[in-house]
C-alpha cells in the first residue's frame, strides 16, 4: 500500500514568487491536512481538506491557500513568497475528516521550501 | 486551549541503556494523545497512540507510553536504546477542541552514543 507522496521534495524560489506543492494521500484515505514546520516556530496546522472542501484552518495569512481534487489529492499554494515561508511543508492524510483522534495521520517526507 | 509541553528539548542515552522522553499535556475535553519520531529529512512516523482505551499504550520498536490523567502526563520510554533510535520526537494531543487536528509539542531530539 502506498504511503503519502509529496513532490517536490525540495524546491527554491524567489521572494515575491509563487509556489504550488503537491500530496496525494494513502488510498482510500479522504481527509488531507497540511502542516508546516519550521525550527522558530515548531510543527504548525495550515489546514485540512475534506470532500474537496476546506474543513478546517490554521492561523496563517491569506497567502497560503490549497485545494482538494475528486480524488483526493490536494494542492497548497503560497503566493508572494517571503523569506519566512522557507520550511518543511508535510502533508498528512485520515481516513476522513476530523479522524485524526482515532487514526492519527499518515505523514508524507515532505517538500523543503527555500525562498531567497 | 489545548497545548503540548515536551519538557526536555533534548535527551542523551548511552546505547543500551533505558530512555524516557517527557511530555505534558493541556486539553479541556478526553483526549487523544500521540508520539510520533521523525528522522533526519523524513516525515513524521506514528510510534503509538492513546485513544481512551488501555492507559499504558506499546508502540512500534518496543517504545511504550503510559496516560496519566492525574498528571497530565504521557512520557515515553523504551527499555534499551538502540543507536537508529536516534532522532526526534514530537508528543501530539488531539481532542474535540482542536477539532480533530493535531497540536504538537516543541520535539525532543534524543542522541544516542555507542
Known amino acids: 500500500k502506498a504511503g503519502v507522496t509529496q513532490t517536490p521534495r525540495y524546491l527554491i524560489k524567489t521572494r515575491g514568487q509563487q509556489v504550488t506543492l503537491s500530496c496525494s494521500p494513502i488510498?482510500?484515505?479522504?481527509?488531507v491536512s497540511w502542516y508546516q514546520q519550521t525550527p522558530g516556530q515548531g510543527l504548525q496546522f495550515l489546514f485540512e481538506?475534506?470532500?474537496?472542501?476546506?474543513?478546517n484552518k490554521g492561523n496563517f495569512p491569506g497567502r497560503f491557500s490549497g485545494r482538494q481534487f475528486s480524488n483526493s489529492r490536494s494542492e497548497m499554494n503560497v503566493s508572494t513568497l517571503e523569506l519566512g515561508d522557507s520550511a518543511l511543508y508535510l502533508c498528512a492524510s485520515s481516513p476522513r475528516q476530523g479522524s485524526a483522534p482515532t487514526y492519527g495521520y499518515t505523514f508524507g517526507s515532505g517538500t523543503r521550501l527555500t525562498v531567497v | 486551549a489545548q497545548s503540548v509541553t515536551q519538557l526536555d528539548s533534548h535527551v542523551s542515552v548511552s546505547e543500551g541503556t533505558p530512555v524516557l522522553l517527557r511530555c505534558n499535556y493541556s486539553s479541556s475535553y478526553s483526549p487523544s494523545l500521540f508520539w510520533y519520531v521523525q528522522h533526519p529529512n523524513k516525515g513524521l512516523q506514528l510510534l503509538l497512540k492513546y485513544t481512551s482505551a488501555a492507559t499504558l499504550v506499546k508502540g512500534i520498536n518496543g517504545f511504550e507510553a503510559e496516560f496519566k490523567k492525574s498528571e497530565t502526563s504521557f512520557h515515553l520510554t523504551k527499555p534499551s536504546a538502540h543507536m537508529s533510535d536516534a532522532a526526534e520526537y514530537f508528543c501530539v494531543v488531539s481532542d474535540q477542541g482542536s477539532q480533530g487536528n493535531l497540536i504538537f509539542g516543541k520535539g525532543t531530539k534524543l542522541s544516542v552514543k555507542p
Open positions: 481538506y475534506f470532500s474537496e472542501t476546506q474543513r
Open positions: 488510498s482510500g484515505h479522504r481527509s
